[in-house]
């Protein structure tokens, strides 16, 4: 039986990838640094996935196990694996990094010559790349040229809601229904893997901005509005009629920037909007704003949901206006449980609007610096 490594046994770790790959037929070992929840996963072999949409369903996981992603015994199951995908978040790869460079040692060094492909499913353009980075940095040169052989590290998107939900059994999870993995093809070594829910993309990029552009764009703005509206989860804020609109328009701008860029069929990718925002009224999931709108400085950096939709659309001569508002909301997130929030604050404090904005996002452009501090004095007036 082939072995899959996932590495983070959170929500989208169980709920998402580590779903697919035991319904792909993968022994799938979650490697993870939480005692309570690897001791558990050990234990029990299987969790539930609890699928809450217009249609509900509990999906059992089974043929699964769980180490510790820091002890000695992840190395050999990396040496041994053939799959290794990851759910950690961006800033954590650079420390499992050295981990996985172990278990590509131990297969050079055992000649192990059946291909070992290595997917980051991260929130983030190009993770698996970043990874790569980090991986190589640990290796030999004749471990690298091993690598180019016998290790693919294929990028990808991914995009399924699984909000933190307490369940009795703390490894059950919670997820929507809906769920897009698009893989790069050409970077996967030996024969394609065969996971039914995985999309294998010849221009992934597309997809990837697509995703940014469309689902986290949306995402954060209805979190941002909401916020400013007093909305405790996603839905709620959805619901609100000013919300959905501006939500909407900006997501509308957003995509027509990606329709010029990538020459998308207009009607269709307008119909992939539709469907994007539809997700946000799923009352069953009870996705808190302040989960969606978490670390504000990541959200309004250059290429990230936010600021990139902007420059991508003002590049084209495109209308920007609701997008401004989403990052004038964006700057108002005010949360003193959120480190990066705190750090808004404060520059937005002691530089202003303007060159705070430029500080985060990269910007030189005062006329664009300039419309988005008045958008942050326009939104909170609109809700």
């Known amino acids: 039986m082939k072995t899959a490594i996932q590495f983070g046994a959170g929500n989208i770790g169980r709920g998402f990838i580590g779903m697919l790959l035991s319904q792909a037929g993968y022994h799938v070992v979650f490697a993870d640094v939480s005692e309570v929840i690897i001791n558990r996963l050990a234990a029990d072999k299987g969790y539930t996935v609890h699928v809450m949409d217009t249609e509900v369903e509990d999906v059992p996981i089974t043929n699964i196990t769980g180490i510790m992603s820091n002890g000695e015994e992840i190395v050999d199951k990396i040496a041994e694996a053939d799959i290794l995908t990851t759910a950690v978040g961006l800033r954590v790869l650079g420390f499992i990094a050295p981990t996985i460079a172990q278990g590509i040692r131990k297969r050079c060094a055992a000649n192990n010559q059946t291909p070992l492909n290595i997917i980051a499913c991260e929130n ?17 040169e004749e471990e ?7 290790v693919g590290f294929a990028d990808c998107s991914v995009d399924r809601i699984v909000p933190p939900v307490r369940s009795e059994n703390p490894v059950d999870v919670v997820v929507e229904k809906y769920c897009e993995w698009n893989v790069e093809k050409a970077a996967l070594k030996g024969d394609i893997p065969e996971i039914a829910g995985m999309n294998l993309a010849d221009n992934l990029m597309a997809y990837i901005q697509r995703k940014l552009f469309t689902l986290n764009t949306g995402h954060c703005i ?32 957003s995509g027509d920037g990606l329709i010029k860029k990538f020459n998308f069929d207009k009607d269709a990718h307008y119909k ?45 001569g495109l209308p920007v206006d609701k997008l401004f508002l989403g990052i004038g909301a964006a700057l108002r997130y005010n949360n003193p449980e959120d480190e990066q929030s ?42």
């Open 272 to 316: 992939y909007i539709d469907k994007i925002i539809n997700r946000f009224k799923n009352p069953y999931l009870q996705d808190d704003v302040t989960r969606v709108g978490r670390e504000p400085l990541r959200k309004l950096s250059a290429d990230d949901r936010l600021v990139s939709p902007l420059t991508t659309a003002l590049s084209y």
């Open 342 to 383: 705190v750090q808004l604050q404060e520059k937005i404090a002691a530089k202003g609007v303007a060159a705070a904005f430029a500080e985060i996002s990269g910007i030189t452009d005062q006329n664009v610096l300039d419309q988005a501090a008045v958008a942050y004095e326009q939104v909170v007036t609109l809700f």
């Open 144 to 150: 690298k040229v091993y690598c180019e052989t016998y």
């Open 222 to 253: 209805t979190a941002y509005t909401g916020i400013l509206a007093g909305c405790k989860t996603i839905d709620e804020a959805i619901s609100n009629p000013k919300i959905f609109e501006l939500v909407k328009a900006a997501m509308t701008q």
């Open 124 to 140: 983030a353009i190009r993770a698996t790349s970043q990874l790569k980075e980090h991986v190589y940095k640990e290796l030999s």
